[in-house]
Structure formats: structure tokens, C-alpha cells
């Protein structure tokens, strides 16, 4: 059975730092493009960090230079190195995993349930 489970969510007061995890089970990690992404209340989910399977990352402008995604393929993980936490990072941040099988076979997509941040003082 294909999961994706993250973890390491909290509450954390602005400024702080916050480190998630995001583990794949029943799934080639090594062929998927994975994400990060967020859901505040009465907000859309939006992308915060992506990273290949190339292992090349791209970032929302409103996290740049705070936020580092990373992946290790031998742990079957993706990370999200969080600091200088705002309020307005308080937000749900799920993990998004797109298993790329080749034209033949196509892309499969996977979400994790989610992990809560939440940024107060």
C-alpha cells in the first residue's frame, strides 16, 4: 500500500526553526519529483519547495533563503529545513510525491495527510 507520512510539525515562536520529514512506503522514491506544500485557513494550497529526482529545488519567493529542501534516496525521505518561522508560515504543509514511470506507464501521484505549523508567540 503506497503512503506518504510526514512529520515534525509544531508550535514554534516566531524566528524559530522547524525541521519536517516526509517518508515514502510502497513507492520508487528515486523516480519521483517530490514537494512541499501549505494550507492555511481560508487559503489555497500552495507550493512552498519542490526538488527533483535530479535533485534540483525551486522555491516560493516568500521562503527563499529560510526555508532548504533536500532528499535522501537511501532513506526514502524528503525534508524542509525551516528558520527565521513567521506568523504567516502557520499553515498545514503537506508532502506531494509524483512517481514519474515513463511514458508507457505515466506519472502517479501521491499526498501525504499532512503535518500542523504553527508559528506563535
Known amino acids: 500500500q503506497e503512503e506518504v507520512v510526514e512529520s515534525g510539525g509544531g508550535v514554534v515562536q516566531p524566528g524559530g526553526s522547524l525541521s519536517l520529514s516526509c517518508v515514502v512506503k510502497a513507492i520508487l522514491f528515486e523516480r519521483c519529483d517530490m514537494a512541499w506544500y501549505r494550507q492555511a485557513p481560508g487559503k489555497q494550497r500552495e507550493l512552498v519547495a519542490s526538488i527533483s529526482r535530479e535533485g534540483n529545488v525551486n522555491y516560493a519567493d516568500s521562503v527563499k533563503g529560510r526555508f532548504t529542501v533536500s532528499r535522501d534516496n537511501a532513506k526514502d525521505t524528503m525534508y524542509l529545513q525551516m528558520s527565521s518561522l513567521r506568523p504567516e508560515d502557520t499553515a498545514t504543509y503537506f508532502c506531494?510525491?509524483?512517481?514519474?514511470?515513463?511514458?508507457?506507464?505515466?506519472?502517479?501521484?501521491?499526498w501525504g495527510q499532512g503535518t500542523q505549523v504553527t508559528v506563535s508567540s
Open positions: 506531494n510525491a509524483n512517481e514519474n514511470n515513463g511514458p508507457a506507464f505515466g506519472t502517479l501521484e501521491f
